[in-house]
């Protein structure tokens, strides 16, 4: 097994940064809440903690707290903002409101070139997000580096592996926090740089062996990445005892279902069913506009499908999904404060009865991890670099109530927008595009007569984990060239509009 970092998790809106930055470093991390037990803390055997930010401030009553005892384990700790915080209020000194809340770039001055600053130039650019700042810090620490309004950004314990500071290391706005975060793993901690794909792959089919054994494992294959990367991952392991099942719930992309078989192809020993269930979906969904419903509805008809073909199966007694860690981490709150954004099918859509068993082998992955997995796995460039499709499929792209006409609009859409993508040579250069058919027409005019017909909107966005995204600014003239093919060949549609929304405050998906 690999060492491990755990990461207290205060609710911070970059919790899951500092993850992504420990994993691009080769070295395996988990989130917890913060409120995890002693027991269960020792249980894991981390190498080190790290303590994330929060929105909640030490003084306040109720504020989130660890158990006290985690300063006596005796490996090393570092706090980050919240976490600096905490350490400076638990070991006696003194935090309050900051005179000058510092939120943005700041410009840090390193006092000690060494520790964490090893190799670093003494005056560094940080991303500050903080309202409470240390006062005065503990008897046995020490500063290390300061800003114009933070005289205490960053200190450590002159005996203890016991580190902090008041900025962001882990946000990219922080040009030199992946070295910081380096030195604090492997000159402090002294861990090892070596979980990778390969490292991933292997345990994770000497897992899947032992929990499968000699049954058999249902597993949806939707032809997105995580569910390819899920498939090959399992065949991998235990072959043909992997039944995958393509269920086409009316609610794909246009000619998915051949698409799927053909990047399958040059699998050798892979093959799959596929399960016509449009009709079944489709008349579930009748008359349904609100996305969680649409969403619990969708989870509820796919074990339906799963459980009946698993009859064929009867040694089949888990069901794999795809379900990865945003999805998790969106789904569900880690430490209790933190608001819900919205269910996933694959998570919090499935029914609490359900015969079949759950195996996720890629749940605590992000999605370019999962990429690096499947090229390991040596799927096909086409199939890894596929853009993220939502398990509920266009369901929750149809911002209405859900009929085959409004699926197969927004089918044709979306085949010109991605098919137009391609042939300019920038499908590659976004992470995710998709079209949205919108629950509103407008006036128009084609041929010199009135219309009054529907409006879509085309959604483009760069990010690394789906956790953040910025929109895509593609060249006008490929907007203007998709939007008169849609209203040229989409029989319904007049107006095309283009999403400039980031993520936060928008998410990626409309629904």
């Known amino acids: 097994m690999h060492e491990l970092i755990l990461i207290l998790d205060f609710g911070s809106q970059y919790t899951q940064l500092i993850a992504r930055m420990v994993r691009s470093l080769n070295v395996y991390c988990e989130i917890v809440p913060y409120s995890i037990s002693l027991d269960l803390l020792r249980s894991k055997q981390p190498k080190a903690l790290i303590l994330s930010g929060s929105p909640a401030s030490v003084n306040q009553p109720g504020a989130p707290k660890p158990v006290q005892d985690i300063w006596q384990l005796g490996i090393p700790i570092l706090g980050i903002c919240y976490g600096m915080q905490l350490m400076v209020d638990y070991f006696g000194g003194e935090v309050s409101k900051a005179e000058k809340k510092e939120y943005g770039r700041s410009e840090l001055m390193v006092d000690h070139v060494s520790g964490l600053f090893t ?91 032992e929990q499968v054994q000699d049954k058999q494992v249902i597993l949806g294959l939707s032809g997105g990445v995580d569910s390819s990367v899920a498939a090959a991952l399992l065949h991998k392991a235990i072959g043909e005892r992997l039944k995958p099942i393509f269920v086409d719930t009316g609610l794909l992309r246009k000619n998915e279902a051949e698409k799927v078989a053909e990047m399958f192809s040059t699998l050798p020993g892979f093959s799959f069913e596929t399960v ?19 969403r619990k509805i969708i989870g509820a008809a796919f074990i339906e499908v799963f459980e009946k073909e698993a009859k064929a199966y009867p040694e089949a007694i888990f069901l794999a999904q795809g379900t990865l860690y945003p999805d998790v981490i969106e ?50 460039e086409e199939l890894i670099s596929r853009h993220p499709f939502p398990g509920p499929g266009l369901a929750v792209r149809i911002i209405s109530d859900i009929t085959p006409q409004k699926v197969k609009l927004l089918q044709e859409i979306d085949d010109i927008f991605i098919s ?34 529907n409006v879509c909107a085309l959604r483009a966005v760069n990010s690394q984990d789906g956790m953040t995204a910025d929109w895509t600014e593609f060249p006008f003239a490929f907007l203007k060239k998709v939007s008169n093919r849609i209203i ?17 405050p928008a998410t990626i998906e409309w629904e």
């Open 119 to 209: 190799g670093m130039q003494a005056k560094q650019t940080v991303w500050m997000s903080h309202g409470d700042e240390a006062k005065a810090i503990p008897a046995g620490f020490h500063r290390l580096a300061h800003t114009e309004n933070a005289q205490f950004a960053a200190i450590a314990h002159a005996e203890k592996p016991f580190y902090a500071l008041q900025f962001h290391p882990e946000v990219v706005h922080t040009p030199n926090g992946s070295q910081i975060i380096a030195n604090f793993l492997f000159s402090i901690t002294g861990v090892k740089s070596d979980w990778t794909p390969a490292s991933f792959v292997e345990e994770t089919i000497q897992t899947i062996r």
């Open 276 to 294: 016509n269930a449009g009709d079944l979906f489709l008349s579930r969904l009748a008359g349904i506009s609100d996305p969680e419903e649409k």
């Open 331 to 380: 789904s569900v709150s880690f430490n209790g404060p933190s608001v819900t954004i919205k269910s996933h099918h694959n998570v919090g859509g499935l029914p609490e009865k359900m015969k079949l068993k759950l195996i996720e082998p890629l749940r605590e992955l992000f999605k370019d991890e999962v990429r690096a997995v499947g090229r390991e796995l040596g799927l096909p």
């Open 420 to 453: 137009e993508l391609l042939s300019w040579n920038l499908y590659n250069t976004t992470w995710q595009a998709f079209a949205v058919l919108l629950p509103i027409q407008s006036v128009g005019v084609m041929g010199d007569e009135r219309t009054y017909e």
């Open 488 to 504: 040229n060949e989409v029989t319904g549609v007049n107006r095309v509009v283009y999403d400039i929304s980031s993520k936060p």
